[in-house]
């Protein structure tokens, strides 16, 4: 089994910075996909930041230049460093994974989730 856990999140005044991090454990191999997700009251989960490959990341268009993805293979965390906050990013951000087990068995997992607040 593997377990996913969120940290980071907060209350900031528009224009800060916060960093999530997603850190792993359990029985993990190697992460294979991964990505942050937030939804905000009364609206769908949307995706964030996404990393489907190596070395690609596709990122929600109102953050791009804003959110930069990536992760230490060495602790199985991922980060969502977040820049230039504004008011609409206040969400609950999740973390995902594509992890492959040490049995080699592939599974998608979710964090718990960590609220993101911005005041305007």
């Known amino acids: 089994q593997v377990q996913l856990v969120e940290s980071g999140g907060g209350l900031v005044q528009a224009g800060g910075s916060l960093r999530l991090s997603c850190t792993a454990s359990?029985?993990?191999?190697?992460?294979?996909?991964m990505g942050w997700y937030r939804q905000a009251p009364g609206k769908q989960r949307e995706a964030v930041a996404t990393n489907p490959s190596g070395g690609i990341t596709i990122y929600e268009d109102s953050v791009k230049g804003r959110f930069t993805i990536s992760r230490d293979n060495a602790k199985n965390t991922m980060y969502l460093q977040m820049n230039n906050l504004k008011p609409e990013d206040t969400a609950v951000y999740y973390c995902?994974?594509?992890?492959?087990?040490?049995?080699?068995?592939?599974?998608?997992?979710w964090g718990r989730g960590t609220q993101v607040t911005v005041s305007s």
């Open positions: 995902n994974a594509e992890v492959t087990s040490t049995a080699r068995s592939r599974t998608t997992y």
């Open positions: 359990g029985s993990i191999f190697r992460i294979d996909a």
